[in-house]
């Protein structure tokens, strides 16, 4: 009888198979507030690919409401491109579509020379990368973040101009510069945005 009621208890708790957990990690890497996600239908595909909804808090404190998530092999995948949704969130597929989106993040401390206070600002950069070409990308990899480093300590807009309180309007205008320094970087490989957050 024991063994049952703890048989039934383990199915009622329910444990994420390590892809699902591998996902989860992902995903939060990237949250401001990790501890307060929150999962639907989080499930495995073919091919490592883990697909759900979440919703965790943004840096006002307040819920936004659930969107998709991806993750291929551990690493996220964009959650808002419907076409890679249907296609790798499907009990049906057996291969990966042609293109993905690799998101990468960089934490980077800048110090506001006023206050002497250090606020931690993260970059992430939202690539387009062709099926064929994701070793191009991981070979552009440490020089997209050693662009990133040097664009936001040297330039105009970089990231200096923001040590103090949190500007919107600032913020995505280095956004949008950063993305055109990016691009430069190559010619096979599109960098579709760039996203700031502070912590």
């Given at each position: 009888?024991?063994?049952?009621l703890?048989?039934?208890?383990?199915?009622?708790?329910?444990?994420?198979?390590?892809?699902?957990?591998?996902?989860?990690?992902?995903?939060q890497a990237n949250l401001k507030d990790p501890g307060s996600v929150q999962y639907e239908g989080v499930k495995t595909y073919s091919e490592h690919v883990v697909c759900g909804k979440?919703?965790?808090?943004?840096?006002?404190?307040?819920?936004?409401g659930f969107k998709q998530f991806i993750t291929m092999n551990g690493s996220l995948v964009t959650g808002d491109d419907h076409a890679n949704f249907m296609i790798l969130c499907n009990d049906g597929v057996k291969k990966a579509p042609v293109d993905v989106y690799?998101?990468?993040?960089?934490?980077?401390?800048?110090?506001?020379?006023?206050t002497g206070k250090t606020r931690t600002w993260s970059a992430s950069t939202e690539v387009w990368v062709e099926d064929g070409k994701r070793s191009e990308l991981y070979a552009?990899?440490?020089?997209l973040q050693d662009a990133v480093k040097k664009f936001l300590a040297t330039s105009e807009e970089g990231l200096s101009s923001l040590s103090g309180e949190y500007d919107f309007e600032k913020t995505?205008?280095?956004?949008?510069?950063?993305?055109?320094?990016?691009?430069?970087?190559?010619n096979s490989?599109?960098?579709?945005?760039v996203n700031l957050t502070a912590y």
């Open positions: 009888m024991g063994l049952c703890a048989a039934f208890a383990l199915a009622l708790t329910g444990c994420d198979d390590p892809e699902v957990s591998r996902a989860k990690d992902a995903l979440y919703n965790a808090k943004n840096e006002l404190g307040g819920y936004v690799k998101l990468s993040r960089l934490d980077i401390d800048v110090t506001d020379k006023k552009l990899e440490s020089a995505k205008i280095i956004e949008k510069a950063l993305q055109k320094e990016l691009q430069k970087q190559t490989i599109e960098i579709k945005g």
